[in-house]
């Protein structure tokens, strides 16, 4: 028996009959076409899936859908910001973070989350906040330097 759902994904509000079983990264995927949420591993370890629920980070590939009902879900296409990639983003873009592109996009929602609790990471709280999503390429060095940026580009815009 399906269950309507309303979900807000990027701003903009879906309202839906879904499966309660349906993932919320294929809700994302098959049902709005947002394709730059990845299905990794299934199983929340590699973090591909990675969105913000309300601001949270979440593992998309383990989440029902129906447990959005009624929440905000951001995605690495509703980032960016009036033609303007959010600092994140150009972090990654400016210091080399990405390799393949698999796994970025839910790096970038990490890392979203951690400069928005914490202005000014150390390298160690970089590292730790980004132990939920893991990059097969390489290290992870242009990625500590990316969010870096982009922490310092935050506090400047803050006048902080």
Known sequence: MKKAVSITVNGKTHTSEIEPR??????????????????????????????LLDGQSVKS???????????????????????????????????HGLQC?????????????????????TDEEIRHGLEGNL?????YQNIVEAVKYAANKTLAASGD
Do not use: K
């Open 22 to 51: 349906l993932l919320l990264v294929h809700f994302l995927r098959d049902a709005l076409g947002l394709t730059g949420t990845h299905v990794g591993c299934e199983t929340s370890i590699c973090g591909a899936c990675t969105v």
């Open 61 to 95: 590939c383990t989440m029902f859908a129906v447990q959005a009902d009624g929440l905000s879900v951001t995605t690495i296409e509703g980032l960016a910001a009036n033609g303007a990639l959010h600092p994140v983003q150009e972090g990654f873009w400016e210091c």
């Open 101 to 121: 592109g698999y796994c970025t996009p839910g790096m970038i929602m990490s890392s979203a989350q951690l400069v928005d609790r914490n202005p000014n990471p």
């Open 135 to 139: 990059c097969r390429c390489t290290g």
